[in-house]
């Protein structure tokens, strides 16, 4: 087991009576260490998806702490060392434990690619069994169910199809209890009779209750299935079930602007328990018995915790969470203690317990011998400003330390396009900072976390005003005097890929520089070659490959690359088949017949994310050296 950083390991307050927590006095392995210089954030290593053991007596999350993401468990009694847990050589994604405690679902990418397995494995190591992996397909854990150790699994072949299944850990039984394109299991009632099931493309779905025990299953949707919000435009993206399956608790914005908690019960209308003007809920976490509910909110980026009790339907306020933003929130067995993963601009992911009686969190970072301070300690600053068109947009401002007038920038474009830039942790940023180059965040129309109009107005032909919103993002960060109008750069990583490539060649003018990562290039190679699920769900998004063949087209980059004046750099796993490599292969190739400078930085282990932290050191040195040379920015000493 590779040298575990100094320090006692995470514990619970101690005593009954609401006292102060107890806290390692240097990073743990569920720590980590604040203020991280540039150099030393690239071998940061980061916490996520914690998972409490039952009886909270240990936590389960995925860490990188020794180079690639696997399984590391930290006991919450006594002094014994974090250890690691062996599931093979390929990177893990996920963790949860089942209700027995003798078993722990881990989701597993091979090849660091997309197409993931589920296995088990015995807290301490050995009974290492795969349960889910479809051939050309990938599979994920939904949530074990609570009735022995019987898993709900997603499986997604390669033709596109999803199957629901019940999987027992210990025998390898299966049983499919629902299957169809576009579907996601949500939930399961602990007699395994009532489910919720989610149906359609992103932005537009819709939920469903099943009853298992209606009649005999067919080889697709359950004759009982129902919906849930019917005729409500909106999305309903997650969800819950009571434990007798009686109440279905939604995550929906369907009849609404901004995501909200609803409860839906059995033969009854739709009930608001809880919804914000200013925030979106963000996650939702039921506890085992299905009387209390974590949630946690995304207000202008940042996360803010409820707790609220389901039967009384009284909302109690948490304190702030010691991190701007929560990535994970699960509800221990108990329903007493809750495990997050939380992350700031100067603190990576890390693991944080938060006691939902008295909002007590503990486990978070104590500064380590020889950590020096960030040069952007203080953090981003959030700025808003409006569009040509009027539209409010918002963005991340990261200053170069010790800047004087306007300085070289890069306007950075997030995924997906509804995920949204929050205060997170990002090597990238500090290194670029370190390198004298400001950040440049913005939330473009089509970003999630600004309810679902601003969601969806950049559908189909409403793209052409999300590429010109970045051309409004340079005109607002030159007027703010931080950024020097000639030495700017574009980049982003997969839907902000594609942005990039469409700013640069329709405003060719505007940067010096670009950097696309995982981006598309040519929509109709995109649609040809991604996961046919995938391609199912972007329809709406982007248009259809046939109805929407010559829209497509005039969005694409590809076809008007010889537009493109600025050099480019572009960034590829070849294990992608989210966004496949072909992408950036055309690229490269058309941009180098057109005699445009054009490089390129492929990893052969990574897919559509860079897992490794070696494969990370190597793309963000290559990015903040190539960026540097290309934006003339003086060289600094390593």
Request: hydrophobic share 40%.
């Amino acid at each position: 087991m590779p040298a575990r950083p100094a320090g006692g390991p995470l514990r619970p307050p101690t005593g009954s009576t609401g006292g102060p927590p107890r806290v390692p006095a240097v990073a743990s392995l569920v720590g980590g260490r604040p203020h991280l210089p540039a150099a030393e954030s690239l071998t940061a290593w980061s916490c996520r998806a914690p998972a409490l053991a039952p009886g909270n007596s240990a936590v389960a999350f995925i860490s990188d702490h020794d180079g690639s993401p696997r399984v590391w468990i930290q006991s919450l009694q006594g002094d014994a060392e974090a250890w690691a847990v062996d599931t093979g050589p390929q990177p893990a994604v996920d963790v949860s434990w089942a209700p027995t405690g003798t078993h722990l679902a881990v989701l597993v990418a091979p090849g660091g690619g997309e197409h993931t397995q589920v296995w088990t494995v015995q807290p301490h190591g050995g009974d290492l069994r795969l349960l889910a992996a479809p051939d050309g397909g990938s599979a994920g854990v939904v949530r074990w169910t609570g009735r022995g150790e019987t898993l709900l699994v997603a499986e997604t072949s390669s033709t596109g199809l999803t199957r629901a299944v019940l999987i027992d850990a210990v025998t390898g039984g299966r049983q499919v209890i629902a299957a169809g394109a576009l579907l996601r299991p949500v939930a399961i009632s602990r007699d395994h009779v009532t489910m919720l099931l989610r149906r359609g493309a992103r932005g537009r779905r819709r939920m469903f209750l099943a009853d298992l025990a209606a009649e005999a299953l067919g080889a697709h949707a359950p004759s009982g299935e129902r919906p849930l919000l019917p005729g409500l435009p909106g999305s309903t993206d997650d969800g819950a079930l009571s434990p007798d399956g009686r109440i279905a608790y939604l995550v929906s914005d369907a009849g609404r602007d901004r995501a909200a908690l609803l409860a839906v019960r059995q033969g009854a209308e739709a009930v608001v328990l809880a919804e914000r003007r200013d925030a979106e809920l963000d996650r939702l976490a039921l506890s085992a018995d299905g009387r209390r509910a974590l949630l946690v909110w995304n207000a202008h980026g940042r996360s803010e915790l409820d707790v609220m009790e389901l039967e009384s339907g009284e909302l109690h306020h948490l304190p702030p969470p010691p991190a701007a933003v929560v990535t994970s929130a699960r509800i221990g067995w108990d329903g007493t203690l809750a495990a997050l993963a939380a992350e700031s601009p100067q603190e990576p992911s890390h693991v944080l317990l938060c006691d939902l009686d008295t909002g007590d969190h503990w486990g978070g970072y104590r500064h380590a011998a020889g950590a020096g301070p960030l040069p952007t300690a203080a953090g981003a600053e959030l700025v808003r400003f409006r569009a040509r068109d009027g539209l409010e947009l918002a963005a991340w401002l990261h200053r170069p330390p010790h800047a004087r007038g306007p300085a070289p920038f890069a306007v950075f474009l997030h995924g997906g396009p509804e995920d949204q830039e929050r205060p997170t942790f990002n090597p990238l940023y500090q290194n670029l900072l370190a390198a004298g180059i400001g950040v440049f965040a913005p939330n473009v129309r089509g970003s999630g976390g600004y309810g679902r109009a601003f969601r969806q107005a950049d559908d189909r032909e409403l793209r052409f005003d999300a590429v010109n919103d970045v051309a409004d993002c340079v005109a607002e960060l030159v007027r703010l005097g931080a950024g020097d109008p000639s030495r700017l750069a574009c980049m982003g990583w997969s839907y902000g890929g594609y942005l990039t490539l469409a700013t640069l060649v329709t405003h060719p003018r505007l940067f010096r520089a670009g950097v696309t990562v995982s981006g598309i290039a040519d929509f109709a190679t995109f649609y040809a070659r991604t996961e046919p699920w995938i391609a199912a769900a972007a329809v709406g998004e982007y248009g259809h490959p046939d109805a929407d063949r010559d829209l497509l087209r005039a969005l694409s980059p590809l076809h008007s690359l010889d537009r493109l004046a600025a050099p480019l750099l572009v960034v590829h796993g070849a294990q992608d088949t989210n966004v496949p490599l072909y992408e950036a292969e055309q690229v490269v190739e058309a941009a180098t017949a057109l005699g445009v400078p054009c490089d390129h930085l492929f990893f052969q282990d990574e897919g559509h994310e860079i897992r490794r932290i070696g494969n990370r050191i190597s793309f963000v040195t290559r990015v903040a050296d190539w960026l540097a040379h290309h934006l003339r920015v003086p060289s600094r000493p390593r």
